[in-house]
């Protein structure tokens, strides 16, 4: 069974500039999670999916960032315009109805802001 | 986070036990955990406990719970190279976020 599968792996870009990263989520999994993780930090959620529907998304700066899971499959995180202070890995993670207190995370993406 | 303590770093020689410990402040977490997180890699589910057990055992790892000190601990048995990563706890109420601590970086001494 394939893991949960994220791009870019690693993204550069200056301050101001947009970017996007996407989330695949392990197949049949209806929650998914997209979690910040800043050096040395432990990850912090920034928004949960359960299917199409954003349960909880208290913790996105809603200013800047923005997220879409259109059909309840794959999802999308922006930033836009991006800050020095992005820079971090942005994690996802995904859970299924029959075990949902199992989260899987995927490898993450590493952003620089520059 | 706040919510949860780890020591930031542990030394282990190859072939000991590793202890690592965990403090939690929220008394009604239903779920806690621990993941293994490698250099440049995500996070990889170890194990976990429900609240109402005491013990789990997986292999080389025991999980202890003491809910009356809100104490969580990860006992590694014969350590190994690839043991080397950082290690969070951390804790939920089912599907819900995860609160996670700023995990302890595990060092295997030769």
């Known amino acids: 069974e394939a893991g949960v599968v994220q791009s870019p792996r690693y993204k550069i870009i200056e301050k101001k500039q947009p970017v996007a990263f996407w989330c695949n989520p392990i197949s049949g999994h209806n929650t998914l999670y997209w979690y910040l993780q800043n050096l040395g930090q432990g990850p912090e959620l920034l928004i949960r999916y359960e299917n199409e529907e954003a349960v909880d998304d208290s913790q996105l700066p809603k200013d800047r960032f923005s997220a879409e899971r259109l059909k309840g499959v794959d999802s999308t995180l922006k930033i836009q315009p991006a800050e020095l202070g992005d820079s971090a890995v942005y994690l996802c993670a995904s859970s299924s109805r029959t075990r949902p207190y199992e989260q899987y995370f995927g490898p993450g993406t590493r952003l620089t802001v520059t | 986070g706040e919510d949860v303590e780890q020591s930031l770093f542990l030394s282990v020689r190859e072939g000991d036990s590793s202890v690592i410990n965990c403090t939690y402040t929220d008394s009604s977490s239903t779920y806690l955990y621990w993941y293994k997180q490698e250099p440049g890699a995500g996070l990889q589910l170890l194990t976990y406990?429900?609240?109402?057990?005491d013990m789990k055992q997986d292999q080389r790892l025991t999980v202890l719970l003491n809910k009356k000190d809100k104490h969580l601990s990860l006992r590694i048995a014969d350590t190994q190279t690839g043991d080397s990563a950082i290690y969070f706890c951390a804790y939920n109420f089912g599907n819900e976020k995860l609160t996670f601590g700023t995990g302890t970086r595990l060092t295997i001494i030769p």
């Open positions: 406990i429900f609240s109402n057990m």
